[in-house]
């Protein structure tokens, strides 16, 4: 089975922190990307990486850098966190060669106060 | 870009009668379009996709139909049960940019 896991379920950090959240999959996946879930909003594509190193940008990648620097390991990086940002963030990993089904984390849930 | 938009955001059936959720998305050259269901405290998981050379795709109690020239796909569950309770996603893709466009969700609530 595949298994993509997030680094923590629940995190609390304070305005103005840098904050990491972390994703690995077992898989060998090829493509990861980083979403965030917002009541009403639906998941949204902050960005995503197709290979070691490198990345994209989705629909909502202001105040997020991403990191790629094992296959297995996407990180999420919000340089200075805001209160804007309290919200659920989901990895998903894919392996385009084999179709394109995501697999998903079970998500961060990140409270900025 | 695409744009994927579901209705309608609620619905409550009672155990045993069928749901219908609806979507349509607006760039025509989206070819894939698969359906995800999330539970509560999971991520997202996939149920069924349907190809754009396909109009309708069944797997047990739930089908997926595609209209292309409408630019709409449905998803329906049959003799719905306590456990098909979730959110559901629709989402559209063109194969070549691994980018999957998803809809806001649908909570399905399915009443014993």
Redesign the interface.
Known sequence: DVKVTQSSRYLVKRTGEKVFLECVQDMDHENMFWYRQDPGLGLRLIYFSYDVKMKEKGDIPEGYSVSREKKERFSLILESASTNQTSMYLCASSFPRKGYEQYFGPGTRLTVT | ?ENVE?HP?TLSVQEGDSAVIKCTYSDSASN?F?W?KQEL??????II?IRSNVGEKKDQRIAVTLNKTAKHFSLHITETQPEDSAVY?CAA?N?GN???A????NQVVVIP
């Not at chain 2, 405290?41 to 996939?46: D, E, H, I, W, Y």
């Not at chain 2, 998803?102 to 969700?105: E, H, I, L, R």
Request: aromatic letters at 22%; charged letters at 15%; zero cysteines.
């Open positions: 870009g579901q955001s894939y698969p995800y405290g999971k991520g997202p998981q996939l996709d996603f893709s194969y691994n980018r999957l998803f809809g806001k969700g």
